[in-house]
């Protein structure tokens, strides 16, 4: 029970500094914090599409551009 506590604790800590991020324009930092969230919290599917949309507007070459693409399809996939 203890580390489920824990963990829940932690994840929320990961999207408030993904929300900071994000108020400071650091698209690679919200990023960062958006995965460790969502590594804790998976079904987030909010958090995922978040993720999905500041992985395409932030993209610098193709390959991150369709990391951003592929995680949105799969929130589509998911919540349909």
Do not use: M
Not at 28 to 38: C, F, M, N, P, S
Request: aromatic fraction near 6%; glycine fraction near 8%.
């Amino acid at each position: 029970v203890t580390h489920g506590w824990q963990v829940g604790r932690q994840a929320g800590a990961f999207l408030r500094e993904a929300d900071a991020a994000l108020e400071r324009k650091d698209a690679d930092r919200e990023i960062a914090y958006l995965q460790r969230y969502l590594r804790a919290r998976p079904t987030d599917l909010d958090a995922r599409e978040r993720l999905g949309r500041r992985r395409c507007e932030a993209s610098a070459s193709p390959k991150q551009l369709l990391e951003g693409y592929l995680t949105l399809q799969d929130v589509l996939r998911q919540d349909g």
